[in-house]
């Protein structure tokens, strides 16, 4: 071997002990910062963080559903990550919070202020989110209107699970009306939004009133907006209904998760995606799937083998012991405190080391705590006594409040010693009871005046149990006699009220369970369900005219329901039609035609002589079942915002096309035109135009309608009360059984009696309501 001169061995070592230092500190450095993406994947596109299990490409993401797209924008400079065969731009990614923020484009429609029509190019309806799978948050995002006299739509594009759409109204005459930071119609109008929105579009309009529209015009306001933003990224001001303008896009926010399993059945599997050590599996709280997060005293990237690294509490700025002389001392996952010569304690808590006190001081320690958990154990007792007879005591008081014992009295009154069927008064646990505790699994449908839920009584009987909103305590006589007439009715095409619950705060309504959907489901929904043939069409709409026709002139008191549409028509196993949803009826005075009310009502079937002169009479509720007859018809929604701007309403885009003779061609549903007799068919068409008139003395009474449409009926040989013929009837039934059988309950819209206001319901825009100054 060649002899090495000793200075060269001392370099060399050197130089290797060089190396171990900066090798030692690379691997201190990338354990102390937490990856974020997988080994030989960028983390980045552009200035975006591109966390794992995203990635830009197969290879570096968890799946094709967390695949983003790394491209290049004509505005920017730098790439920005989207979504595939998609223009949604994210903006970063919250993995602890599983949210995705990504840019919205704002919907407006700008007029010109010395005309006040629609100019040029300027409305865009934004379909934000179209092919994904992760729904918009809940609880971060908001639907917002902004601009004067501006109508905001919002619609979900997602129509194979079900069909929504929510609007919001912003009224403003002047500056000085509007509040900064705040919308509460005036100048600016939000509303939550629902569970599951994947797709959606947003449109603004003006609202079409010649007052407002002169308003408009001579007002600072020359563009109206709809949009969805995140919460906390919006703060509304004056300066917005002209600087909006300028704005491309806002944030939102997205929820989502990995899979479809909860955590439990996740676990069970080989692709469980929270694979590092110090992971906790959470199961998410908007739908289907499950979220990983870092275990307390750890950060980083759950997903990943080795994501999840210790915190090192001790080289905080702040010393974490309480004792500033106390030395920090890092622990895997936590940190432990020493403290200082000549002190004792825990480590965080150093005092003075006294051998002698510290004895005194235990006993004296001890002595506490044990008089301590005594005294704990005694109110604990007291406190859960108290409690019980509060709640009792609360009951009472809510049964009272909610004229329990003048229902009581109406009720022994009129109770008929034959009868079976009476109206019962239910307790408030017997309800939660048949809920399961109002668990979510039994929410049947959502709608402008509560909640309704499935509920299983102890004989057996499932009922469809109603819970509002809110209460007004003023109506509670009115509320009594609405309970007193709806049990007396005893139509068999009005749904049946059993008895309500009064140990609430708000009173609970029980009704029958219709359990086959309502007739909008059936005519727009048919993915779900089988068209409806004319035949059957036809017997819906008659007895459907029926129902209301018994309302108006053979109950005690006329009663005016104000809410006819094909949604609160439910069908049941026969397909007969119920009339449901009376929480907006109004009961009239034998000696009275007409009420003035509040306009209240459902965009696209409210009359519009009651919309402009606040008059309620029975020829409301003509003009709005001449709506459900041009549904009947057509197979098109009363509202849409995909047929042109000036046929967007139904009622109007119906008259105009029996006006020129285009029915047949332009507007009537294909099926109908092949299968229906053309004589029977203009006979129910130029019925829906005669009750679509303008001015209310021109429409029929439902009287009149519903012998009409018997008629026609019989002429048919069926009579109303008959099912359809048996083959017919094992089609529908064939169709619609996987959904009942696999226990899929309808979004029927069941309401309670209470009279309550709200500006634009989230569900089908229902239950417009202006004050007096939007009337």
């Not at 974020?36 to 200035?47: N, P």
């Not at 006006?659 to 099926?671: A, R, Y």
């Amino acid at each position: 071997m060649d002899y090495v001169p000793l200075q060269s061995q001392l370099l060399l070592l050197h130089l290797v002990l060089k190396i171990l230092l900066v090798s030692g500190l690379a691997i201190t450095i990338s354990l102390s910062e937490p990856v974020i993406s997988k080994r030989g994947c960028s983390g980045r596109c552009g200035s975006v963080r591109i966390p794992y299990p995203f990635g830009t490409s197969l290879r570096c993401s968890h799946n094709k559903s967390f695949l983003v797209i790394c491209k290049h924008t004509t505005t920017n400079s730098n790439p920005q990550p989207f979504f595939p065969h998609s223009n949604v731009s994210i903006l970063n990614v919250l993995l602890s919070d599983g949210l995705l923020r990504v840019a919205n484009p704002i919907s407006h429609a700008c007029y010109d202020s010395r005309t006040g029509n629609l100019t040029k190019s300027s409305n865009r309806v934004s379909y934000t989110i179209t092919n994904s799978i992760f729904p918009l948050s809940i609880t971060r995002n908001k639907f917002t209107t902004v601009g004067c006299n501006t109508i905001g739509l919002m619609q979900d594009n997602k129509t194979v699970e079900r069909y929504y759409r929510a609007g919001c109204l912003a009224l403003c005459n002047k500056t000085s009306d509007l509040i900064n930071g705040t919308c509460s119609g005036l100048g600016c109008c939000q509303l939550p939004i629902t569970k599951r929105i994947f797709n959606f579009g947003t449109a603004a309009h003006l609202y079409f009133s010649s007052n407002v529209t002169n308003g408009t015009k001579n007002f600072n306001s020359p563009c109206s907006y709809a949009f969805v933003v995140e919460e906390d990224a919006y703060k509304f001001s004056s300066l917005d209904l002209v600087r909006l303008g300028k704005i491309d896009t806002l944030p939102l926010l997205l929820d989502w998760a990995v899979g479809d399993q909860s955590c439990t059945e996740a676990k069970r599997n080989k692709g469980y995606a929270c694979r590092a050590r110090k992971s906790e599996c959470f199961d998410s709280t908007d739908g289907p799937g499950y979220r990983c997060k870092c275990s307390p005293g750890y950060h980083g990237n759950p997903y990943l083998l080795h994501g999840c690294q210790d915190i090192d509490e001790c080289k905080n700025s702040q010393n974490p012991c309480i004792h500033n002389n106390a030395t920090c001392i890092n622990l895997a996952g936590n940190f432990t405190c020493l403290c200082p010569k000549g002190y004792n304690g825990d480590g965080r808590r150093c005092f003075p080391a006294y051998p002698r006190r510290n004895q005194l001081w235990l006993s004296v320690a001890l002595g506490i705590c044990i008089g301590l958990l005594a005294l704990v154990v005694v109110i604990s007792w007291i406190y859960w006594g108290s409690n019980k007879r509060k709640l009792i005591e609360l009951r009472e008081k809510f049964f009272q409040q909610n004229g329990g014992l003048l229902l009581q009295q109406q009720l022994s009154h009129n109770k008929s010693a034959h009868s079976k069927d009476t109206t019962k008064i239910f307790k408030a646990e017997e309800l939660k009871k048949a809920t399961n505790n109002y668990d979510e699994r039994r929410v049947l449908g959502h709608g402008g005046y509560g909640t309704v839920y499935k509920g299983i009584l102890p004989n057996n009987k499932v009922v469809a149990i109603k819970k509002s909103k809110i209460g007004d305590q003023s109506q509670i006589e009115q509320f009594i006699n609405e309970v007193i007439v709806l049990s007396q009715i005893n139509h068999r095409n009005v749904v049946k009220l059993l008895g309500c619950c009064l140990e609430t705060e708000v009173p609970l309504l029980v009704y029958e369970f219709i359990p086959n959907g309502t007739l909008s489901e059936h005519i727009h929904d048919t993915t779900q369900y089988p068209s409806l043939s004319w035949k059957m069409r036809l017997k819906i709409a008659t007895e459907t005219a029926e129902a209301i026709s018994y309302l108006h002139s053979s109950t005690s008191i006329p009663i005016m329901h104000r809410d006819i549409k094909t949604a609160n028509i439910l069908l049941d196993y026969n397909y007969t039609a119920k009339v449901a949803d009376f929480g907006a009826s109004r009961l009239v005075p034998l000696d009275q035609t007409q009420l003035t009310t509040l306009v209240q009502g459902t965009l696209g079937y409210l009359d519009p002589e009651y919309l402009h002169t606040s008059q309620l009479t029975e020829k409301s509720d003509v003009y709005s079942f001449g709506v459900v007859l041009a549904e009947l018809l057509t197979g098109q929604k009363a509202l849409s915002l995909f047929r042109r701007e000036g046929d967007r309403n139904l009622a109007l885009y119906f008259v105009s096309a029996m006006k020129d003779n285009n029915l047949f061609q332009e507007i009537l549903d294909s099926q109908l035109v092949d299968e229906a007799d053309v004589e029977e068919l203009n006979v129910v068409a130029n019925l829906a135009k005669r009750c679509l008139k303008v001015k209310g003395e021109e429409r029929p009474t439902m009287k009149e309608v519903a012998s009409e449409l018997e008629g026609l009926l019989k002429h048919k040989g069926i009579h109303p009360w008959e099912h359809i013929d048996s083959e017919e009837s094992e089609r529908l039934l064939k169709a619609t059984s996987s959904n009942i059988y696999m226990g899929k309950d309808i979004d029927g819209d069941y309401s309670s009696c209470s009279n309550t206001t709200s500006a634009v319901d989230s569900m089908n825009i229902e239950n417009l309501k202006l004050n007096e100054s939007g009337r």
